[in-house]
C-alpha cells in the first residue's frame, strides 16, 4: 500500500524570517493521524531568509539530518564545530544525552532551502557526534546512492537506527527501481520536479509512505530530485 501525503495536505507557518511546511506534527502543529512513519519523526521543509536563522536550542535522543538544496546553511555546535552546507551536502548530527546547536542562512543575500530530518535513535544516551559530507550529483544521476545507514557502509554518513537514506537525481524520462525486503517499509520524499512512483502522479514536496510494497518504481517527467528512506 502506497499512502501520498501531499505538499498542500501538510502543517507549517509563515514567520517572516522562516517559511516552514511540516509533513507530520512540529512545533505547534499538530496533527494525531501525523506523528511519524515508523522511525522516521520529522520531514521538514525549510526556507530562511538571508542573515536569519535558528537561535542556540538543544535536542537529545534524537538523529538529525539536513540536506540542501539550495543556498548555504551554516552550522555551529556545543562540540565547537563550525561548519556551512552548500546544495547537495548531507548533515548528521546524534543529538544523544544532549547537544547545543544551531542553524543559520549563511548569506546574507540569498535565502537557504533545505529538509531537516528527524530520526528516532535505536537506543537512548548515545554519545553527541557531528559529521557532513557532499553527494555530488553526478555520483547519484539516475541512480541510487546511498547517504546514510546505521553502518556508514558505501561511504554514506552514520547514523543509529535501522535505516537509511538514499539520494537520486532523475533526467527526464529516466526511470528508478528499488525493492522493499519483506517486513519493510519505504518514504519516498521528492524534492524537486514531477514522478510518477508505483503508478501515482507526485509533484514537489509531495511525500509517500511504502508498506506491504514489493518495491518503489520511479518514472521522472521532467528533471527531478528524489530522497528515499529505507525503514524497519
Known amino acids: 500500500?502506497?499512502?501520498?501525503?501531499?505538499?498542500?495536505?501538510?502543517?507549517?507557518?509563515?514567520?517572516?524570517?522562516?517559511?516552514?511546511?511540516?509533513?507530520f506534527s512540529?512545533?505547534?502543529?499538530?496533527d494525531p493521524d501525523h506523528m511519524g512513519f515508523r522511525d522516521?519523526?520529522?520531514?521538514?521543509?525549510?526556507?530562511?531568509?538571508?542573515?536569519s536563522g535558528f537561535g542556540r536550542h538543544g535536542h537529545r535522543d534524537m538523529e538529525?539530518?539536513?540536506?540542501?538544496?539550495?543556498?548555504?546553511?551554516?552550522?555551529?555546535?556545543?562540540?565547537?564545530?563550525?561548519s556551512v552546507l552548500g546544495p547537495g551536502e548531507v548533515q548528521a548530527m546524534s543529538a544523544?544525552?544532549?547537544?547545543?546547536?544551531?542553524?543559520r542562512n549563511a548569506s546574507t543575500t540569498e535565502p537557504v532551502h533545505f529538509y531537516q530530518i528527524w530520526i528516532l535513535?535505536?537506543?537512548p544516551g548515545l554519545e553527541p557526534r557531528y559529521d557532513q559530507k557532499a553527494f555530488p550529483t553526478a555520483d547519484r544521476r539516475d541512480a541510487w546512492r546511498l547517504a546514510a545507514s546505521p553502518d556508514g557502509?558505501?561511504?554514506?554518513?552514520?547514523?543509529?537506527?535501522?535505516?537509511?537514506?538514499?539520494?537520486?537525481?532523475?533526467d527526464a524520462g529516466a526511470e528508478l527501481a528499488r525493492d522493499i525486503a519483506p517486513g519493510r517499509h519505504a518514504w519516498l520524499q521528492v524534492l524537486r520536479g514531477r514522478v510518477v512512483a508505483n503508478g501515482e502522479a507526485l509533484e514537489a514536496s509531495d511525500g509517500?509512505?511504502?508498506?506491504?510494497?514489493?518495491a518503489v518504481s520511479i518514472r521522472a517527467e521532467g528533471p527531478a530530485e528524489i530522497m528515499l528512506f529505507d525503514l524497519a
Do not use: C
Open 1 to 23: 500500500m502506497m499512502t501520498i501525503r501531499r505538499a498542500s495536505d501538510r502543517g507549517g507557518a509563515d514567520h517572516g524570517w522562516l517559511k516552514t511546511a511540516h509533513t
Open 153 to 170: 557502509r558505501e561511504g554514506s554518513l552514520k547514523i543509529h537506527q535501522d535505516a537509511a537514506m538514499y539520494l537520486a537525481s532523475l
Open 121 to 123: 535513535p535505536d537506543r
Open 40 to 51: 522516521l519523526r520529522v520531514v521538514n521543509e525549510d526556507v530562511v531568509r538571508p542573515g
Open 96 to 103: 544523544g544525552r544532549g547537544i547545543m546547536h544551531g542553524e
Open 64 to 82: 538529525i539530518i539536513s540536506y540542501v538544496l539550495e543556498g548555504a546553511l551554516e552550522h555551529r555546535d556545543s562540540m565547537d564545530n563550525v
Open 26 to 30: 512540529f512545533g505547534s502543529y499538530h
Open 208 to 214: 509517500a509512505a511504502l508498506s506491504d510494497e514489493p
